[in-house]
């Protein structure tokens, strides 16, 4: 079993930046895949970024691309997502999850595990 427990959302304007932070306890989190989701009101949830094992491959979703960075410290068995340039658009309860694979992927059906959600509001 893993538990995820996200941190690092809040308010911020348009063009700002906000760090991402997802706890992780339980099983060796090193043989685990991650990923960050979002979901904003009325709408599905969405891919933003995915990570392997090791931190050698990632993955994002088109609308992030360029503005954010996902990465990971086995070490300290946590994971973060680096958001720069953010959009009002980009509003959203962000969540991550694990999976039990060390290869990325990108649908919600494929991670075993889940944080609680931190919500990101960005202002125009």
């Known amino acids: 079993q893993v538990q995820l427990v996200e941190s690092g959302g809040g308010l911020v304007q348009a063009g700002g930046s906000l760090r991402l932070a997802c706890a992780a306890s339980g099983r060796t989190f090193s043989n685990y895949a991650m990923g960050w989701f979002r979901q904003a009101p009325g709408k599905e949830r969405e891919f933003v970024a995915t990570i392997s094992w090791s931190g050698g491959s990632t993955a994002y979703a088109d609308s992030v691309k360029g503005r954010f960075t996902i990465s990971r410290d086995n070490a300290k068995i946590t994971g973060y997502l680096q958001m720069n340039n953010l959009k009002p658009e980009d509003t959203a309860v962000y969540y991550c999850?694990?999976?039990?694979?060390?290869?990325?992927?990108?649908?919600?059906?494929?991670?075993?595990?889940w944080g609680q959600g931190t919500q990101v509001t960005v202002s125009s």
């Open positions: 999850a694990a999976r039990s694979r060390t290869i990325v992927a990108f649908t919600a059906c494929e991670y075993n595990y």
